[in-house]
């Protein structure tokens, strides 16, 4: 199993910036993709950007690209999500995940294994 803790959230002005961070312990060699996710009050949990963990390859959707950037570093265990030009609109509760399964739709809630108990950012206007 992984486990993972999210650090990082706050409240923060728009056109602001936060990181967040994700530390994985247990067995994190089991994990191909590593990604963020994000639920607003009253909404669905949305898929925010994801990172193929060995190779290192990004994605992202279309509603931060430009604006946020995933990163991890390997030796620490540790995914991480740079936030910039914060808009109220990212106001959420943010979650780190992990999937297992190198095929099927990164973007997809279910398909992901590992979860964090997720960190609050809030944007204000």
């Known amino acids: 199993q992984v486990q993972l803790v999210e650090s990082g959230g706050g409240l923060v002005q728009a056109g602001g910036s936060l990181r967040l961070s994700c530390v994985a312990s247990?067995?994190?060699?089991?994990?191909?993709?590593m990604g963020w996710f994000r639920q607003a009050p009253g909404k669905e949990r949305e898929f925010a950007a994801a990172?193929?963990?060995?190779?290192?390859?990004?994605y992202y959707a279309d509603s931060v690209k430009g604006r946020f950037t995933i990163s991890r570093d390997i030796s620490k265990n540790t995914l991480y999500l740079q936030m910039s030009s914060l808009k109220p609109e990212d106001t959420a509760v943010y979650y780190c995940?992990?999937?297992?399964?190198?095929?099927?739709?990164?973007?997809?809630?279910?398909?992901?294994?590992?979860w964090g108990q997720g960190t609050q950012v809030t944007v204000s206007s």
């Open positions: 247990g067995r994190t060699s089991s994990m191909y993709f």
């Open positions: 995940a992990g999937k297992r399964d190198r095929g099927g739709d990164y973007r997809t809630v279910w398909r992901y294994d590992a």
């Open positions: 990172i193929n963990w060995i190779g290192g390859s990004t």
